[in-house]
T-cell receptor, first 117, second 115 residues
Framework: GAGVSQSPRYKVAKRGQDVALRCDPI?????LFWYQQALGQGPEFLTY????????KSGLPSDRFFAERPEGSVSTLKIQRTQQEDSAVYLC???????????????FGSGTQLSVL | AQKITQTQPGMFVQEKEAVTLDCTYDTSDPSYGLFWYKQPSSGEMIFLIY??????QNATEGRYSLNFQKARKSANLVISASQLGDSAMYFC????????????FGTGTSLTVIP
């Protein structure tokens, strides 16, 4: 696709519900990242995929958070038993290759705004 | 530990004037990259400019330039000839090779351009 696409754009969940957030990266991009952005804050790293392999999940705040990218393209971030502190914007980003090059920039989607009531 | 520091929560600038957004960073790595992203109210993070730690010259991209002072560990963004469309949040970010593919973001600066 032309850019990184995320859906839904907005999600309202009752506390305790499970949610699934989708990310469709730019076609051909090897690396995919999930970030969490609380109101008034910068994005915080959650997890990183290189193709279908989840190479880093050190930023996931609890075992209620789970991410997958089974075919190396579309990714889903799942949050089980949502809590109010999960309310945030969840940003997905992709980059062209998986090398650890410092100049490799990220392309971001518009995010999913999750509100847990 | 805070790796990227943006000390200006909010800034105002008159249309057509220049503005500097501050960013300092903390790393002991010799190789790293510094980025600035713009986040308008739509939410998407838009890449503006990149500076590598070994680059000898300050990066420029159109109206954007980066004032890179390596010894001070600062990477300030300069926007010249501000336009109303420049009103947005601006984030400084750093990528370090020894942390794999993590980007570290600052807390951002909200820029408002006044007509």
């Amino acid at each position: 696709g032309a850019g990184v696409s995320q859906s839904p754009r907005y999600k309202v969940a009752k506390r305790g519900q499970d949610v699934a957030l989708r990310c469709d990266p730019i076609s051909g991009h090897v690396s995919l990242f999930w970030y969490q952005q609380a109101l008034g804050q910068g994005p915080e790293f959650l997890t990183y995929f290189q193709n279908e392999a989840q190479l880093d999940k050190s930023g996931l705040p609890s075992d209620r958070f789970f991410a997958e990218r089974p075919e190396g393209s579309v990714s889903t971030l799942k949050i089980q038993r949502t809590q109010q502190e999960d309310s945030a914007v969840y940003l997905c980003a992709s980059s062209l290759d998986g090398r650890f090059a410092t100049n490799e920039k990220l392309f971001f989607g518009s995010g999913t705004q999750l509100s847990v009531l | 530990a805070q790796k990227i520091t943006q000390t200006q929560p909010g800034m105002f600038v008159q249309e057509k004037e220049a503005v500097t957004l501050d960013c300092t960073y903390d790393t002991s790595d010799p190789s790293y990259g510094l980025f600035w992203y713009k986040q308008p109210s739509s939410g998407e993070m838009i890449f503006l400019i990149y500076q590598g730690s070994y680059d000898q010259q300050n990066a420029t991209e159109g109206r954007y330039s980066l004032n890179f002072q390596k010894a001070r560990k600062s990477a300030n963004l300069v926007i010249s000839a501000s336009q109303l469309g420049d009103s947005a949040m601006y984030f400084c970010a750093m990528r370090r090779t020894n942390t794999g593919n993590q980007f570290y973001f600052g807390t951002g600066t909200s820029l408002t351009v006044i007509p």
